[in-house]
């Protein structure tokens, strides 16, 4: 009885745990790499399909739909696959920028539909938007963002290959991969809020995400942390993505990294101890 009392009004949310057998499967690998390319937007449709749309409007877009994300504590792959959503819708239809917001809650709102034991509500969501939007309004743009994405929902995110590539890598047990898978996701979530990577594959992202985490963290690490180009051969071989490529997305990457960290910075001095980036990245480190 005792125990019924204190457990009452508690919402617990299941989460699931990642499955080693299929992670071990490379049948899974293989689908997954066969099926990225098929769920990239269509274009660079700032060039060719948005005539009011601009890259910061997303950009600005992008980090508030990671706010709310991160303080409904969301499974991590509604913030990803919404942001797919997003860029799959706006390279098929022009839109006024003045629904670039309900679009964006939109694709929140069917994104944790499919990822999270207990959705985001479309009330919520109206509220995290100051009441800009309708209730009737998501609603209506819930069926349009499905007609345009044609319904094809399971879209192959960066997320999908982290734990892929951590299981496949061949490092020193002696390193602890917790804190490197931490700073890999937070990478990924810059990638999902710069547009630079869009059209990026999602392997390609990944793999990068976990060298750039191994160089920030190699003093950490200490001596058994691999090279440079140990890491980008290992991500060659478990995802065929060409090394060269794969450098060089490394690179944005850091210029990414360094800049959001400098904006971070800069709004500290005006707002004091408070990270406005997606995850502390003052807890990154190169």
Same mark, same amino acid.
């Given at each position: 009885?005792?125990?019924?009392?204190?457990?009452?009004?508690?919402?617990?949310?299941?989460?699931?745990?990642? #499955?080693?057998?299929?992670?071990?499967?490379?049948?899974?690998?293989?689908?997954?790499?066969?099926?990225?390319?098929?769920?990239?937007?269509?274009?660079?449709?700032?060039?060719?399909?948005?005539?009011?749309?601009?890259?910061?409007?997303?950009?600005?877009?992008?980090?508030?739909?990671?706010?709310?994300?991160?303080?409904?504590?969301?499974?991590?792959?509604?913030?990803?696959?919404?942001?797919?959503?997003?860029?799959?819708?706006?390279?098929?239809?022009?839109?006024?920028?003045?629904?670039?917001?309900?679009?964006?809650?939109?694709?929140?709102?069917?994104?944790?539909?499919?990822?999270?034991?207990?959705?985001?509500?479309?009330?919520?969501?109206?509220?995290?938007?100051?009441?800009?939007?309708?209730?009737?309004?998501?609603?209506?743009?819930?069926?349009?963002?499905?007609?345009?994405?044609?319904?094809?929902?399971?879209?192959?995110?960066?997320?999908?290959?982290?734990?892929?590539?951590?299981?496949?890598?061949?490092?020193?047990?002696?390193?602890?991969?917790?804190?490197?898978?931490?700073?890999?996701?937070?990478?990924?979530?810059?990638?999902?809020? #710069?547009?630079?990577?869009?059209?990026?594959?999602?392997?390609?992202?990944?793999?990068?995400?976990?060298?750039?985490?191994?160089?920030?963290?190699?003093?950490?690490?200490?001596?058994?942390?691999?090279?440079?180009?140990?890491?980008?051969?290992?991500?060659?071989?478990?995802?065929?993505?060409?090394?060269?490529?794969?450098?060089?997305?490394?690179?944005?990457?850091?210029?990414?990294?360094?800049?959001?960290?400098?904006?971070?910075?800069?709004?500290?001095?005006?707002?004091? #101890?408070?990270?406005?980036?997606?995850?502390?990245?003052? #807890?990154?480190?190169?």
């Amino acid at each position: 009885m005792e125990q019924l009392v204190c457990s009452e009004g508690k919402v617990v949310v299941r989460r699931s745990h990642p #499955d080693p057998v299929l992670l071990r499967d490379q049948r899974v690998l293989d689908r997954l790499l066969k099926l990225e390319d098929h769920f990239l937007p269509r274009c660079d449709y700032f060039k060719i399909v948005q005539k009011e749309i601009k890259p910061f409007m997303r950009r600005m877009v992008a980090t508030w739909m990671f706010e709310v994300c991160e303080e409904q504590r969301c499974e991590e792959d509604v913030f990803a696959l919404s942001i797919n959503f997003l860029d799959r819708f706006l390279s098929t239809m022009s839109v006024q920028k003045s629904h670039l917001q309900l679009l964006g809650t939109c694709c929140m709102f069917v994104a944790s539909k499919l990822k999270e034991t207990a959705p985001l509500t479309a009330e919520k969501l109206v509220i995290y938007t100051d009441s800009s939007i309708t209730l009737e309004e998501l609603l209506n743009w819930e069926i349009l963002t499905l007609n345009k994405l044609r319904w094809d929902l399971n879209a192959v995110t960066p997320n999908d290959f982290i734990e892929q590539i951590f299981c496949r890598l061949k490092l020193s047990q002696q390193i602890d991969l917790t804190l490197v898978r931490k700073h890999a996701k937070t990478y990924v979530s810059l990638c999902c809020i #710069d547009f630079r990577f869009a059209l990026t594959p999602p392997s390609m992202i990944a793999a990068a995400a976990i060298c750039v985490a191994f160089h920030g963290l190699n003093k950490s690490i200490g001596l058994v942390c691999p090279t440079r180009q140990e890491l980008l051969s290992m991500m060659h071989d478990i995802t065929g993505a060409e090394e060269e490529y794969l450098s060089q997305c490394q690179v944005l990457m850091e210029d990414v990294l360094n800049l959001n960290k400098n904006n971070n910075n800069n709004e500290e001095v005006n707002q004091g #101890d408070q990270p406005i980036t997606p995850s502390d990245i003052r #807890d990154v480190h190169f």
